[in-house]
């Protein structure tokens, strides 16, 4: 199984999470995919707060740059779990936005934030989700 790190902020991710899950209580922005690309090995999932969205959609384009990476990454609704903490996004957050390697983890907006880790935590090595636990 995926190892889990709750981080109530992004700049606390270091090498020690690569490959694992990572719920964030950090907003999406693009200094948060700065961070999260900065790690080798990379995570193999990250989530954030989609802070509103914002204009332009700022809130959440660390998921299009974390795509690019080959990083499954989603958001959480502001309105269902406090910005800056990972544990209530963890226990509280519904999936508002996905990337394709998300989506692709079968991960899917409306789904809450503990589903969509449990299916990234228990895939194999070929991205498949096990069913036979």
Same mark, same amino acid.
């Given at each position: 199984?995926?190892?889990?790190?709750?981080?109530?902020?992004?700049?606390? &991710?270091?090498?020690?999470?690569?490959?694992?899950? &990572?719920?964030?209580?950090?907003?999406?922005?693009?200094?948060?995919?700065?961070?999260?690309?900065?790690?080798?090995?990379?995570?193999?999932?990250?989530?954030?707060?989609?802070?509103?969205?914002?204009?332009?959609?700022?809130?959440?384009?660390?998921?299009?740059?974390?795509?690019?990476?080959?990083?499954?990454?989603?958001?959480? @609704?502001?309105?269902?779990?406090?910005? @800056?903490?990972?544990?209530? @996004?963890?226990?509280? @957050?519904?999936?508002?936005?996905?990337?394709?390697?998300?989506?692709?983890?079968?991960?899917?907006?409306?789904?809450?934030?503990?589903?969509?880790?449990?299916?990234?935590?228990?895939?194999?090595?070929?991205?498949?989700?096990?069913?036979?636990?």
């Amino acid at each position: 199984m995926r190892a889990l790190h709750l981080i109530d902020s992004i700049t606390e &991710i270091t090498a020690a999470m690569g490959r694992a899950v &990572i719920v964030s209580g950090s907003h999406g922005g693009r200094s948060a995919a700065l961070f999260a690309l900065a790690v080798r090995p990379a995570p193999r999932a990250i989530f954030f707060n989609d802070a509103g969205i914002g204009k332009e959609a700022a809130g959440i384009v660390a998921l299009q740059a974390l795509e690019q990476a080959g990083i499954a990454a989603a958001a959480y @609704g502001h309105d269902t779990a406090r910005i @800056g903490d990972a544990l209530d @996004g963890f226990q509280c @957050g519904v999936v508002t936005a996905l990337n394709a390697e998300a989506g692709a983890a079968g991960l899917v907006a409306g789904q809450t934030v503990a589903e969509a880790v449990s299916l990234l935590r228990t895939e194999t090595a070929d991205g498949k989700a096990c069913t036979s636990r």
